[in-house]
């Protein structure tokens, strides 16, 4: 937690109330030089905000010089954001000077420049300073903690089905939904892995959420007697192995 940072961040006069809750988060996580790499699920808990909006807000925060977004770069793949809560000062001066020796070229002003430029296409391509991540380690641990999905990955490799970039953003979108309807990812993994199941949707994990109350096991029992154990592929395995011996499906 960088206190500087949060002061800082009370005292700008150019933050919206979202944009401010979202800064106030990053710098919660923040060192005094604003590196942080909170998840994007983290940050949703911490600001009341949904996944779309949090996104949407720290792209229009990396826009105006509030963030620098690098995207994989933290421990375990985690995203970093670097914080600038003043953008004008915090930037570092920058002086152009010509070289001594450089001749003095009088420029030639045509009288229609634009006549001869060629015609823009439809896509606009922005600079950028985020580094694309492509690894499903990496597309996953943006909605469930980094721990959780290793864990997952390695599943899915002893299935022999390794897990791809495209269904790593197929997951990670269902859980989003999961998340935005008050499930836990790093749950919905978890349980992926105990009922052999390749993916994991919003319905099932619900129903069998249900279904785990309506049998009289709170699912909060659940998850407190599965922290006991190890956690991920093998406590996953640990657990399977218990259910069978007890006559159950795992």
């Known amino acids: ?37 909170p998840s994007i699920h983290r940050l949703c ?11 949407s807000n720290i792209k229009k925060l990396s826009d105006r010089g509030y963030l620098k977004k690098i995207l994989g770069a933290g421990r375990r793949n985690a995203n970093v954001y670097v914080v600038y809560p003043n953008p004008a000062a915090d930037a570092p001066p ?11 070229t009088p420029q030639q002003m045509r009288a229609n420049p ?3 430029a060629p015609k823009p296409s439809g896509t606009t391509i922005e600079p950028s300073d985020v580094i694309a991540v492509t690894t499903p380690a990496g597309i996953l641990a943006e909605v469930a903690s980094p721990e959780a999905a290793r864990s997952f990955i390695a599943y899915r490799a002893h299935m022999k089905k390794p897990l791809t970039a495209t269904a790593a953003r197929r997951l990670a979108s269902s859980l989003t939904r999961i998340s935005n309807q008050g499930g836990d990812p790093d749950d919905a993994l978890g349980m992926a892995e105990e009922r052999g199941w390749q993916s994991i949707k919003p319905h099932w994990y619900f129903k069998e959420q249900k279904n785990a109350c309506n049998s009289g096991y709170p699912p909060r029992r659940q998850q407190a007697r599965e922290r006991e154990q190890p956690s991920g592929f093998a406590g996953a395995a640990l657990r399977r192995h218990a259910a069978g011996e007890q006559g159950h499906e795992g």
Do not use: W
């Open 1 to 37: 937690m960088s206190i500087r940072l949060m002061n800082k961040v009370f005292d700008s006069e150019t933050l919206g109330p979202t944009e401010r809750l979202i800064m106030l988060a990053l710098a919660d996580h923040a060192d005094d030089s604003g590196r942080c790499y």
């Open 45 to 55: 808990k911490r600001t009341g905000l949904g996944e779309r909006s949090v996104q």
């Open 94 to 104: 920058q002086h152009m000077h010509p070289a001594a020796d450089a001749p003095r």
């Open 114 to 116: 634009a006549a001869d």
